[in-house]
């Protein structure tokens, strides 16, 4: 038999040393953050839609210490309408856990725990992510404890849709698998820092997997621990995307080919919409475009509550400008 080449003999050394640095990257990446990871169970009372009798049946899946006083973050679908919560850790210990707040619009809750020696994990800032960067998923994939998993960040800026219909932004896709269980885990950079909240994957494709970024989760999460609630503005409107004749943009000299159109307004004495008509097409806000319903949603933030704010609008065809006061939704 020929022995093999000293070509051939170096590249399998290299190859085993750079397959050796991965996994020593990653082995040490899941020993500094395994015990800060939760499998979280909740019991839930289910409806039998055929029978209409109420079952509880029980429930999973991950959080993710923040707080050595114990604040741990999952996935609001996680523990939505969840009659009781325990938290357990790595080395066995279980925990009631209580409800501080959760967030449907971003598909974040936070969980408070009241006992136990706890080490946080660390966010990182996810606007410095760049597509194939190392990217490890810890969590409870159908009930199996602290299952590691390991891939890139295949994509960044995603969005997904979130279950009351509103669009969460700033999301990263990844090619680590994630499973049933998974959600609510944390997704780590190499350095063992949390890049994203692990919320959903596609049952009928292979690798694709998404996770809440960092920066939002932790936005999210403060506001949480703080308010109970993530604030948001609204204009108190019901209304639909609708594409604009090309002669309106033109005429009107338009940034989008696309507005939002009122069908509805809604009489709230916390928010000054009287100079909105039914019929207005909404085409900016504060002199950003509007596209659609979730890019005025985007706008829609805290710090615009109570503030006067000038939209443009474009009613019986042309461009005027009126000013509202967005009150906070409730």
Known sequence: MEKPSFETRLITSTDAQLLDAYSSTVSGVVKNVAQAVVHIKVLKNIQDP???KISQ???????????????????????????????????????????????????????????????????????????????????????????????????????LRASNGRLIDDIIQTDAALNPGNSGGPLVN???????VNT??????????????????????????????????????????????????????LKT??????????????????????????VEFDGQAVSSVDSLHKYLKEEVIGKSVPLTILRQGHSQVVTVVPGELK
């Open 57 to 159: 049946q029980p429930g999973s899946g991950s959080g993710f210490v923040i707080s050595s006083d114990g604040f741990i973050i999952t996935n609001n679908h996680v523990i939505d309408a969840a009659i009781s919560i325990r938290a357990a850790f790595a080395d066995g210990q279980e925990l009631d856990a209580s409800l501080v707040g959760a967030d449907q619009s971003s598909d974040i809750a936070v969980l408070k725990v009241y006992d136990g020696e706890l080490k946080p994990l660390q966010f990182t800032n996810s606007e410095m992510l760049e597509p194939g960067q190392i990217a490890i998923a810890i969590g409870n994939p159908l009930g199996l404890q602290h299952t590691v998993t390991a891939g890139v960040v295949s994509a960044t800026g995603r969005s």
């Open 200 to 253: 959903a994957m596609i049952p009928t494709a292979q690798g694709l997997c998404f996770a809440v970024s960092s920066n939002l989760a932790a936005y999210v999460a403060g506001q949480l621990i703080l308010h109970g609630k993530v604030k948001r503005a609204q204009l108190g409107v019901a209304a639909q995307a609708v594409t604009l004749s090309q002669r309106m943009v033109g005429a009107n000299k």
């Open 190 to 196: 190499s350095e063992g820092r949390v890049i994203g």
């Open 257 to 282: 080919r696309t507005g939002v159109y009122i069908f509805e307004i809604l009489n709230n004495p916390a928010i000054r919409n009287s100079a909105l008509l039914i019929g207005d097409i909404i």
């Open 50 to 52: 055929k029978t209409g």
